[in-house]
């Protein structure tokens, strides 16, 4: 907390608070809790279409998906915890985001995780790394929710640090629709779940601020401990709960712990609260009621009841086996009162908890692009380059360590272009997380654009029709001038992407101060987007013999912040820039083409460019390729950067030729550039051969991330 807050909290209250009252407002006024140098810019972002039911404001946004059929998703950062303790770190994350759809009353599905490492050559990385993936895969398959897909990337700037994104979707019937707030007062309060201790104390400003030199061993108290077996239980009780229709509102408990749930619970509409927090149960001995208002220990969950109902509900609780009791009363007054053993330790204006005012940084534009010519490399050392890039690489040996398959619904799964799961037997909801660090670094603006394009071209490459979108931002920290700077040019750019597609943000996450001993990291947004698919339309990714290749879509020369100038070391150039017309009309040309029957296989070019994404669908297909690259729509004579580009709105389509005609129709810029089949993956240029790789060879490289961790000889 800053010294003009202390100054304006003593102001408004009018006295100098105790040290309870104090610990709870050095919470809900942290920036992790109160988003308070993030709101004057979020107010840019859409977050209204006909497909949004609920908005940002809650724990989770709600989409509908049909008539009886509302989808719940939000994204959650756990980046610092992480970085501390990878496992638990990473581990709690994953129960956060789960809490905060089932609180909105639908039954979690599935997860994203996008997450990022420093490089892999270094021990530290590599723990992070390993820790962070057997935390996620061992709280949710533990859980029975399956994490279905993310992204997985490596930079310098992240160096003995950690970014864990963690997004949920989860389904429900419309009137199962709980609030997080009261409407009336005299309801009870009913804390349920694991028992509070001391792990986690201070976690949301252990949040908001940078981590030190000695992280690992100050701050581990302030990760919360994961506890999977209870969340299970927590979950079914809790949809239990809901279907009764006696829950009146339900909060999970997060960030800021009791203090947070029950002041928002009962503030947001203007009530009040009374807490007795000697009546919470503890699971350490001798904890004073600061340690059990600001605790976040996980898997618990407070709801607010009427009277009546508490002995109902109970009996579900117990029949789960979890603990529960009624910590508190909602009061008509706009108080937040706190009792220990019947003395009154804090009383406070609720709003004082819940109105935290904003702060705007001083902001300072940087420039990190500049023109740069692309390095003269033969085409196989730049091919070899970025396919054996930690970045370009197979994921398998992330996503064999989750269940994707539990609960049945995993109809494409990870390695696709996006994730499926089954709704009915018509439809599946598609869901997708990007991001891309290096072009956000250059150009925020367009960086935050592109992430969203991508969003939008992963969706419909499986033929689904884009619904809505959630974000994640992750950035160093705010009081540097630039770092705010990129932030708010990162949203405008968000906000502009998504308004062209008709998009609205229906939840997010903000997390600043994202740096280790003054290493800023490079501005992170993740855009994580849902979609509705008819299951029987999506087409595949791999090649099969005989069919046409056709790009769709303009290259041109922007390779800055590109994968092959990064393995290079080239800095500068330009990021690559969004046509929003043009990412649109081939959006709607990709999806027209699948339902038509057009195409059989499509993949959506982006990291690595057309290269990588031949290669992609050539070992997803088992075949080899023809493709002359000399034949790409493209503003450039270099075969390096026809092959390398990472422009937008661009894609790769496979056909029969008796489809050429009406394909060339239907799209502003669309070219055959070869045939699939044949046992070599070859690229030419007007004819002469650049590289010629058999598939087995390709899929060697591209499944040899566990090598890079030492885990196979």
Not at 191 to 204: A, C, F, P, S, W
Not at 532 to 560: C, D, H, Q, R, Y
């Amino acid at each position: 907390m800053f010294p003009h807050e202390e100054k304006l909290i003593r102001e408004r209250l009018g006295r100098e608070p105790n040290e309870v009252e104090w610990a709870m407002l050095e919470v809900m006024w942290s920036e992790h809790a109160s988003y308070k140098s993030s709101r004057p810019w979020l107010k840019l972002l859409p977050t209204e279409n006909e497909h949004v039911i609920l908005g940002p404001g809650e724990d989770a946004g709600i989409v509908k998906f049909d008539d009886e059929t509302w989808i719940v998703v939000g994204i959650e950062s756990h980046n610092h915890p992480s970085a501390v303790e990878p496992y638990g770190g990473a581990a709690t994350g994953v129960g956060g985001i789960v809490r905060d759809i089932l609180c909105m009353g639908a039954r979690p599905i599935a997860l994203l995780d996008p997450i990022r490492f420093g490089p892999l050559e270094k021990e530290r990385n590599r723990y992070l790394f390993e820790y962070v993936v057997k935390g996620i895969a061992d709280y949710g398959n533990r859980i029975g929710v399956p994490t279905v897909g993310g992204e997985t990337e490596f930079d310098e700037s992240l160096d003995n640090y950690t970014l864990v994104n963690v997004a949920c979707v989860g389904v429900m019937k419309p009137e199962h629709l709980v609030h997080s707030y009261v409407t009336e007062p005299g309801l009870k309060l009913i804390l349920v779940g694991n028992r509070t201790g001391r792990d986690g104390i201070h976690g949301v400003t252990f949040a908001s601020e940078e981590l030190g030199e000695n992280a690992e061993e100050e701050d581990r108290s302030a990760v919360q401990i994961p506890d999977p077996f209870t969340e299970k239980l927590l979950i079914e009780a809790t949809l239990e709960a809901v279907y009764t229709g006696k829950v009146k509102a339900l909060k999970d408990l997060g960030g800021g712990g009791l203090t947070c749930a029950a002041s928002e619970m009962a503030g947001k509409k203007g009530f009040g609260a009374v807490v007795y927090a000697d009546r919470v149960p503890l699971r350490e001995p001798g904890m004073t009621p600061t340690e059990v208002m600001i605790s976040e220990s996980q898997e618990r969950m407070l709801f607010a009841v009427s009277e009546a109902d508490i002995d109902v509900l109970g009996g579900i609780f117990e029949k789960y086996g979890l603990e529960w009791t009624v910590v508190g009363d909602v009061i008509e007054e706009p108080r937040f009162i706190v009792y220990w053993k019947g003395e009154k330790v804090a009383d406070l204006p609720v709003e004082l908890l819940a109105d935290v005012p904003t702060i705007e940084w001083e902001m300072e534009p940087y420039k990190a692009e500049k023109p740069v010519e692309t390095p003269e490399v033969s085409f196989e050392k730049a091919f070899d380059l970025v396919w054996s890039s930690p970045n370009v690489l197979g994921k398998r040996w992330v996503w064999q360590q989750y269940d994707h398959e539990v609960q049945g619904r995993t109809v494409l799964k990870p390695g696709r272009d996006a994730a499926v799961l089954k709704l009915n037997d018509e439809y599946g909801l598609a869901f997708v997380a990007d991001g891309n660090p290096n072009h956000s670094h250059l150009n925020p603006y367009h960086g935050a654009m592109g992430a969203v394009a991508e969003v939008v071209r992963n969706l419909v490459g499986i033929g689904a029709e884009p619904l809505a979108l959630v974000d994640n931002l992750n950035f160093a920290s705010p009081e540097r001038p630039q770092v705010y700077w990129s932030f708010a040019e990162t949203v405008k750019g968000l906000a502009d992407a998504a308004k062209a597609f008709g998009l609205a943000y229906v939840s997010g996450n903000v997390s600043f101060y994202n740096e280790v001993v003054d290493r800023p990291i490079k501005p992170t947004p993740v855009v994580a987007g849902l979609g509705k698919v008819k299951l029987e339309e999506i087409p595949e990714m791999g090649l099969s013999g005989g069919l046409l290749i056709g790009v769709v879509g303009i290259t041109k020369a922007e390779l800055g912040g590109s994968e092959l100038f990064a393995r290079l070391g080239v800095e500068g150039g330009f990021a690559p820039r969004v046509n929003l017309d043009e990412e649109k009309a081939n959006a709607e040309g990709i999806l027209g083409a699948i339902k038509n029957g057009l195409v059989r296989a499509v993949h959506d070019v982006s990291r690595g460019g057309i290269a990588v994404a031949l290669a992609e669908m050539a070992l997803s297909g088992n075949t080899g390729f023809t493709a002359d690259l000399s034949k790409v729509p493209t503003e450039t004579s270099n075969p390096i950067e026809v092959a390398f580009s990472e422009s937008h709105s661009r894609y790769i389509v496979t056909f029969p030729e008796e489809n050429l005609d009406k394909l060339k129709t239907m799209f502003r810029h669309f070219r055959v550039i070869g045939k699939a089949g044949g046992s070599d993956a070859v690229f030419y240029w007007h004819g002469r051969e650049l590289l010629r790789k058999p598939p087995e060879e390709l899929r060697a490289i591209h499944e040899s991330l566990p090598k890079l961790l030492g885990e196979e000889k």
